[in-house]
C-alpha cells in the first residue's frame, strides 16, 4: 500500500523564480492539503483540495497556488520566491467519507531559496 | 479561534525514564486530538489519536487521554528508548476534515 509520495525532495531556486512540488496521495484518499513547516516550528496550513477544488485556505499569500488532477495528485506552485519561502513542504492526504479529521504526511519537499 | 500549546521542549532524558510532553488545546465543539512524531530529516507520522472525550490513543507504549474537562491530551509513556529521540507534535482537527492545526513541537533526547 503506498503511501503519500512527494517530489522532488530538495531542490535550489533563485528568489523571483517560480517552483512546482507534486503530490500523490496514499491510495484510497482523495483529499490533499499542503504544509509549510519552516526551521523549528510546526506545520502552517497552505490550502487543502478535494475534487479538484480548493476548499480552504491558511493565511499565505496568492503567490502560493495549487492543483489538484483527476487522479487526486496535486501540485503546489510558488511564484516570485522569497528567501522566506525556504521551508520544507508537506503533502497530507486523506480520505473525506470515514475518518476524514485523519491526515498522513509525505516525507516532504526541502526548498532553499538563494 | 483554534489553537494547540505544548511545552517547549528541548526535553532531555535517560533511557528508560517516564516521559510526559503537555500539550493543551482551544477549540469549539469536539475536535479530534493527534500525536504526529518527526524523526530528523523526515515527515510526520501518525504516532495516535482520539475522537472523543475520554478516549486514550496508544501506539508503540505512548498514550495519551482525551481529557474535555481541562482541554488536555497529554503524551506519556514509561520508558523512553534513544530511539524515540524525535520531535513530537500535538495537533487538533474539527469535523469536516478541514486543516488540522498543529503545535510549536517538542523536541526530545534520550540519552544511552
Known amino acids: 500500500d503506498a503511501g503519500v509520495t512527494q517530489s522532488p525532495t530538495h531542490l535550489i531556486k533563485t528568489r523571483g523564480q517560480q517552483v512546482t512540488l507534486r503530490c500523490s496521495p496514499k491510495?484510497?484518499?482523495?483529499?490533499v492539503s499542503w504544509y509549510q513547516q519552516a526551521l523549528g516550528q510546526g506545520p502552517q496550513f497552505i490550502f487543502q483540495?478535494?475534487?479538484?477544488?480548493?476548499?480552504q485556505r491558511g493565511n499565505f499569500p496568492d503567490r502560493f497556488s495549487g492543483h489538484q488532477f483527476p487522479n487526486y495528485s496535486s501540485e503546489l506552485n510558488v511564484n516570485a520566491l522569497l528567501l522566506g519561502d525556504s521551508a520544507l513542504y508537506l503533502c497530507?492526504?486523506?480520505?473525506?467519507?470515514?475518518?476524514?479529521?485523519?491526515?498522513?504526511f509525505g516525507e516532504g519537499s526541502w526548498l532553499t531559496v538563494v | 479561534g483554534n489553537s494547540v500549546t505544548q511545552m517547549e521542549g528541548p526535553v532531555t532524558l535517560s533511557e528508560e525514564a517516564f516521559l510526559t510532553i503537555n500539550c493543551t488545546y482551544t477549540?469549539?465543539?469536539?475536535?479530534?486530538l493527534f500525536w504526529y512524531v518527526q524523526y530528523p530529516g523526515e515527515g510526520l507520522q501518525l504516532l495516535l489519536k482520539a475522537t472523543k472525550a475520554d478516549d486514550k490513543g496508544s501506539n508503540k507504549g505512548f498514550e495519551a487521554t482525551y481529557r474535555k474537562e481541562t482541554t488536555s491530551f497529554h503524551l506519556e509513556k514509561g520508558s523512553v528508548q534513544v530511539s524515540d529521540s524525535a520531535v513530537y507534535f500535538c495537533a487538533l482537527s474539527q469535523t469536516g476534515g478541514f486543516k488540522t492545526i498543529f503545535g510549536a513541537g517538542t523536541r526530545l533526547f534520550v540519552k544511552a
Open positions: 491510495s484510497g484518499h482523495d483529499t
Open positions: 477549540a469549539t465543539g469536539y475536535p479530534s
Open positions: 483540495y478535494y475534487e479538484e477544488e480548493e476548499r
Open positions: 497530507a492526504s486523506s480520505a473525506r467519507q470515514g475518518d476524514g479529521n485523519t491526515i498522513y
